[in-house]
Structures are given as structure tokens and as C-alpha cells.
């Protein structure tokens, strides 16, 4: 049974930091990308990061570039989202998940089988 648990939500004032992990049993974590989500009240589910199996591959939107950054530690079967400069916008529920297929890098929601319980963000102002 593939399991994600996810750490390091929080409050925290605009302009802070935060670091989210989501540490992964069940699979072989080294054969499968990863991905961060997010989701608010009354909008979908928002993609925010997504990185390869290996670690060497990264993608985010236009809104994340720059302030976010994914990271994985295949030893520890842990994959991290650092926040900066986190806004008011950027308060959501986020999730981790896991490719429903090793070896290959996307960010299209139906490509993620398996998600991790949520963690709150909240950015006051």
C-alpha cells in the first residue's frame, strides 16, 4: 500500500518561508517523479512543481518560478517544497502525489495516482 505523509505546513507572515515534506512508503521511490499540488475552497486542485524520478528534473508554472523550489532525497524517500516570499495567494491546502508510472516527468493532474492527507499553508498579511 503506497503512503504519503506530508510535514511542515504552517502560518506564517508574507514576505516568510516555509518548507513542506512528504515522505513516501509502498513504492520504489526512486523510479517515480513527483509533484506538488495545491487546492482552495471552490477552485481546483493547482499544479505547483513537479520533479523526475532521479531528481534532475524540475518544472514549475509562471506563478511559482523563482519562489518555490522541489527537491528530493531518494535515500530518505522524501520530497521537499521550499516556499519564499510566500503571499497572501499562496494560502491553500497543498499536496504531495506520486506518478502513477515510473520513469517519466509531467504535471497534468491525471497523470498522479496516489496523494498524500494535505497540509495547510496559511500566509496572513
Known amino acids: 500500500q503506497v503512503q504519503l505523509v506530508e510535514s511542515g505546513g504552517g502560518l506564517v507572515q508574507a514576505g516568510g518561508s516555509l518548507k513542506l515534506s512528504c515522505t513516501v512508503s509502498?513504492?520504489?521511490?526512486?523510479?517515480?517523479?513527483m509533484g506538488w499540488f495545491r487546492q482552495t475552497t471552490g477552485k481546483e486542485r493547482e499544479f505547483v512543481a513537479v520533479?523526475?524520478?532521479?531528481?534532475?528534473?524540475?518544472y514549475y508554472p509562471d506563478s511559482g518560478q523563482g519562489r518555490f523550489t522541489i527537491s528530493r532525497d531518494n535515500a530518505k524517500n522524501t520530497v521537499y517544497l521550499q516556499m519564499n516570499s510566500l503571499t497572501p495567494e499562496d494560502t491553500a491546502v497543498y499536496y504531495c502525489?506520486?506518478?502513477?508510472?515510473?520513469?517519466?516527468?509531467?504535471?497534468?493532474?491525471?497523470?498522479?495516482?496516489?496523494w498524500g492527507q494535505g497540509s495547510q499553508v496559511t500566509v496572513s498579511s
Open positions: 509502498g513504492l520504489t521511490f526512486s523510479d517515480y517523479g
Open positions: 520533479i523526475s524520478w532521479s531528481g534532475g528534473n524540475t
Open positions: 502525489a506520486a506518478d502513477s508510472q515510473p520513469f517519466r516527468l509531467g504535471y497534468a493532474f491525471s497523470r498522479f495516482s496516489t
